[in-house]
T-cell receptor
């Protein structure tokens, strides 16, 4: 079945350093979504990318969707302690409304 | 934005009992609702997809007789964990979508189930 992997599993950075998580799908995705889950909380929608090669920015966060629509990345510039949490990518394969979540990357930020 | 609530937020029960979890879309009509399970330090695993008025579609490996899903209206879906056992202890999260096809899902706050 369809699998969505993320690397790294865990990243520990000093506040102010940059952070990137990579998402790879075994199949082509119709879109990719990114979610953030704080410890003890539920996933919160961050963004959706639809077009091949699309790049979107939200303040210090930059999201990319690969040309082949099988991979994506999230880059955070100058991390802050409020960025702590697990970042999940999630994708729809084809026309289905079923969302397959990636394995997640846990970000720890040391002040 | 769209709000999804879940009730209860946490529940502790004895082994062998059944537990019902409610998922409500508060300010929109949810064509489709999804139920996920998340074990500690793991990703969300889709359990089933439910459309209002029809039977839920379960993912491979999820027992439909153990995890009963009812989607009686466009704003309410329920998940009942029947004859719960300690291995069913997990974080159960629902989400709702306003349309068919690949769209943003709005997640509920989750229900933490502990089975003793």
């Amino acid at each position: 079945g369809q699998q969505v992997m993320q690397i790294p599993q865990y990243q520990h950075v000093q506040e102010g350093e940059d952070f990137t998580t990579y998402c790879n799908s075994s199949t082509t995705l119709s879109n990719i979504q990114w979610y953030k889950q704080r410890p003890g909380g539920h996933p919160v929608f961050l963004i959706q990318l639809v077009k091949s090669g699309e790049v979107k920015k939200q303040k210090r966060l930059t999201f990319q969707f690969g040309e082949a629509k099988k991979n994506s990345s999230l880059h955070i510039t100058a991390t802050q302690t409020t960025d702590v949490g697990t970042y999940f990518c999630a994708g729809h394969g084809g026309a289905t409304n079923k969302l397959i979540f990636g394995t997640g990357t846990l970000l720890a930020v040391q002040p | 934005g769209a709000v999804v609530s879940q009730h209860p937020s946490w529940v502790i029960c004895k082994s062998g009992t059944s537990v019902k979890i409610e998922c409500r879309s508060l300010d929109f009509q949810a064509t489709t609702m999804f139920w996920y399970r998340q074990f500690p330090k793991q990703s969300l695993m889709l359990m089933a997809t439910s459309n209002e008025g029809s039977k839920a579609t379960y993912e491979q490996g999820v027992e439909k007789d153990k995890f009963l899903i009812n989607h009686a209206s466009l704003t309410l879906s329920t998940l009942t964990v029947t004859s719960a056992h300690p291995e069913d202890s997990s974080f159960y999260i629902c989400s709702a979508s306003t349309s068919d096809g690949p769209h943003e899902q709005f997640f509920g706050p989750g229900t933490r189930l502990t089975v003793l």
